[in-house]
C-alpha cells in the first residue's frame, strides 16, 4: 500500500507600498499633462481612453525600470509549495 501525497500551492503578490505610492501618483500627473497638451478638441470619452492608456503605459514603464535597471521591484510574485505525504 502506497501513500497518496498531497500538494498544497500558495501565490502571494507583494508590493512595496510606498514606491507603489509615489510611482503611481507620478505617473497619474505626467498622464494627466500628456493628456493635456497632446489631445485637443476630442470628446470626453476619447480623453479619457487616452490618459488611461498613457497611465499604464508610464506605470509599466516605471515598473520596469525599477525592476530591471535599479534591481528593486515594485510588484513581486512568490509562490509556496507544501508537499505532505
Same mark, same amino acid.
Request: without cysteine.
Given at each position: 500500500?502506497?501513500?497518496?501525497?498531497?500538494?498544497?500551492?500558495?501565490?502571494?503578490?507583494?508590493? !512595496?507600498? !510606498? *514606491? *507603489?505610492?509615489?510611482?503611481?501618483?507620478?505617473?497619474?500627473?505626467?498622464?494627466?499633462?500628456?493628456?493635456?497638451? *497632446?489631445?485637443?478638441?476630442?470628446?470626453?470619452?476619447?480623453?479619457?481612453?487616452?490618459?488611461?492608456?498613457?497611465?499604464?503605459?508610464?506605470?509599466? $514603464?516605471?515598473?520596469?525600470?525599477?525592476?530591471?535597471?535599479?534591481?528593486?521591484?515594485?510588484?513581486? $510574485?512568490?509562490?509556496?509549495?507544501?508537499?505532505?505525504?
Amino acid at each position: 500500500m502506497t501513500a497518496v501525497g498531497q500538494t498544497i500551492l500558495g501565490l502571494f503578490v507583494t508590493a !512595496d507600498r !510606498d *514606491l *507603489l505610492a509615489w510611482i503611481a501618483a507620478l505617473s497619474f500627473f505626467l498622464a494627466l499633462a500628456a493628456v493635456a497638451l *497632446l489631445v485637443r478638441r476630442r470628446s470626453w470619452l476619447e480623453m479619457i481612453i487616452a490618459f488611461l492608456i498613457t497611465f499604464f503605459v508610464i506605470l509599466t $514603464a516605471a515598473q520596469l525600470f525599477f525592476k530591471h535597471v535599479i534591481g528593486v521591484p515594485i510588484l513581486k $510574485a512568490e509562490t509556496v509549495r507544501i508537499e505532505t505525504n
